[in-house]
């Protein structure tokens, strides 16, 4: 589902379904909220970066691999993206213990960072009070299920 938002028209007619390549050359902010299957993966690359309109700013609040890390720095270093959100990052667990006190190694992080224009959060978007509360409910709601007669309705068999 690709759609567009027209703040021009009445609220109802805001929104329209359209293909990527318009939504690529018509939006200011383009924001990723799907899943990483294997017709999103890169999503947004060298190519999808070029098609876009210069100064258009990308956040990704889905799943790290939506977007090539390189090429988006490319097309940060190149003024083609003017700004930054990323709430996943695509190599790191950087971001579930304190390392101020080292090094950073990974260079393609490093360089994101550098810049001020970007910011990098650790997948934060899942964490709102509504989030929290449906996650704990299904959780207790699988402990409950499988003490009263051992079915999981959201059972991940490996």
């Given at each position: 589902m690709i759609f567009?938002?027209?703040k021009s028209l009445r609220p109802r007619e805001q929104i329209?379904?359209?293909t990527l390549d318009e939504l690529y050359g018509k939006s200011d902010i383009i924001s990723l909220h799907?899943?990483?299957t294997e017709q999103t993966r890169y999503l947004i690359n060298k190519e999808s970066i070029n098609k876009m309109k210069d100064g258009?700013?990308?956040i990704n609040t889905g799943r790290s691999q939506l977007i090539n890390t390189n090429d988006l720095i490319e097309g940060l270093k190149d003024k083609k993206v003017a700004a930054a959100g990323l709430d996943v990052y695509e190599e790191g667990d950087y971001f579930y213990e304190d390392i101020s006190d080292t090094i950073i190694d990974d260079d393609v992080l490093a360089r994101l960072l550098s810049f001020n224009n970007v910011i990098v959060t650790s997948h934060q978007a899942f964490f709102t009070q509504e989030a929290m509360q449906n996650i704990a409910e299904t959780?207790?709601?699988n402990v409950t299920?499988?003490?009263a007669d051992g079915s999981l309705e959201n059972e991940v068999i490996v």
């Open positions: 567009i938002r027209m329209r379904y359209t799907c899943p990483l258009v700013m990308i959780t207790l709601q299920d499988f003490l």
